[in-house]
């Protein structure tokens, strides 16, 4: 079973669609969890950090349970321009483990 | 935000040489560099963790005699593909230990090409 796991893709989607993306990790002890965004042959971005609570940036929001070590991304109104591949990354004892990827193709 | 410059960004050479691959901190110092590989279509794998005037700490399965890398300055980390074979070509990059929520700082990448 791999440490960090996406849902396959790819997810092609119309201008203005909701699109959500799951992410599952294996190692309870985990202590970070994040989004990142990686454009076709660059680094990933940051996209944004997940907590408990739940946050949201704009058109972003991101969800942690920890119980069943789930994390959600979920992205409104989707533009052009988050096509990208959206990576689930946790943090364990100072190493980043990264999920498969999910890439999102918005056409318009 | 910290700023990590990588280079070179591609590089194409052929079966049997060595390519060196760097990574500069330019706004801080970096006691620990990480080095990613990245196959198309997978995620980033670690395969090594270096810190500055110490030995390397490699991931099961990396051959440390094949990725060679050097941690001898707070500035620069390199990582020496040596020997390179056309499975080695990949993306690498390189990024820094940092504050978590406020994001990690990423090398730009390098694509290597092994003919």
């Known amino acids: 079973r791999k440490e960090v796991e996406q849902d396959p893709g790819p997810f092609n989607v119309p201008e203005g669609a909701t699109v959500a993306f799951n992410c599952t990790y294996s190692?309870?002890?985990?202590?970070?969890f994040f989004w990142y965004r990686q454009d076709c042959r660059k680094e990933p971005k940051l996209l944004m950090s997940?907590?408990?609570s739940g946050n949201e940036d704009g058109r972003f929001t991101a969800q942690l349970n920890r119980a069943s070590q789930y994390i959600s991304l979920l992205i409104r109104d989707s533009k052009l321009s988050d096509s990208a591949t959206y990576l689930c990354?946790?943090?364990?004892?100072?190493?980043?483990?990264f999920g498969q990827g999910t890439e999102l193709s918005v056409k318009p | 935000g910290a700023v990590v410059s990588q280079h070179p960004s591609r590089v194409i050479c052929k079966s049997g040489t060595s390519v060196k691959i760097e990574c500069r901190s330019l706004?801080?110092?970096?006691?620990?560099m990480f080095w990613y590989r990245q196959f198309p279509k997978q995620s980033l794998m670690l395969m090594a963790t270096?810190?500055?005037?110490?030995?390397?700490?490699?991931e099961q399965g990396v051959e440390k005699d094949k990725f060679l890398i050097n941690h001898a300055s707070l500035t620069l980390s390199t990582l020496t593909v040596t020997s390179a074979h056309p499975e080695d070509s990949s993306f690498y990059i390189c990024?820094?230990?940092?504050?978590?929520?406020?994001?990690?700082?990423f090398g730009s990448g390098t694509r290597l090409t092994v003919v």
């Open positions: 990024r820094t230990g940092g504050q978590p929520n406020y994001g990690y700082t």
């Open positions: 190692n309870s002890a985990s202590q970070s």
């Open positions: 270096s810190n500055e005037g110490s030995k390397a700490t490699y």
């Open positions: 706004d801080f110092q970096a006691t620990t």
């Open positions: 997940v907590y408990s």
């Open positions: 990354v946790v943090a364990q004892g100072g190493k980043l483990i």
